[in-house]
């Protein structure tokens, strides 16, 4: 199954660990990881639509939509690898995770998402959620192959 994350601005000083976390989640997962530019502007009002608009010419048809935001709903990690075998095992093509910038992600395109995924009640910065989703995305994988790397209770 094919998982394309789709997050907002460039990766700054995080750049070797996500690195890291994305060979390892690519080894379970097909992974496609898209940058759209993030748009200029000190107000949320005016950079949303733009990014949103940005996110959206990435979005292919058949995937399921998981918006990342601090109001979503919690996954455990052995929800999520749950979540992922059923998509890869139902008639989906994929799964975009969709991560915003700033201001965050625009109503309109939360609202056209399947699913609203919060990686933590904290407000993090959009390079820290891609990591966090990354080490997920491959713990995903190890749980469901069998491996030892998650302890957690599944």
Do not use: N
């Not at 070797?16 to 060979?23: F, M, Q, R, T």
């Not at 139902?90 to 056209?112: K, M, N, Q, W, Y």
């Not at 891609?130 to 302890?151: C, D, N, S």
Request: charge should be positive.
């Amino acid at each position: 199954m094919k998982i394309s994350v789709i997050a907002v601005g460039k990766a700054r000083g995080l750049g070797p660990a996500l690195a890291e976390y994305e060979s390892r989640a690519a080894r379970y997962w097909r992974l496609e990881v898209v940058e759209v530019p993030q748009a200029r502007g000190r107000l949320a009002p005016a950079v949303l639509p733009r990014e949103a608009e940005a996110i959206r010419s990435r979005l292919r048809p058949g995937f399921v939509r998981v918006a990342l935001t601090r109001g979503g709903r919690g996954w455990s990690s052995g929800e999520m690898a749950r979540r992922l075998e059923r998509f890869s095992q139902g008639p989906e093509r994929g799964v975009h995770f969709l991560i915003g910038g700033a201001f965050g992600l625009a109503d309109d395109l939360r609202h056209e998402c399947e699913w609203e995924l919060s990686l933590s009640s904290f407000t993090l910065p959009h390079d820290f959620a891609r990591l966090v989703l990354m080490e997920q995305l491959y713990r995903a994988g190890t749980i469901l192959r069998g491996e030892p790397y998650h302890k957690g209770s599944k």
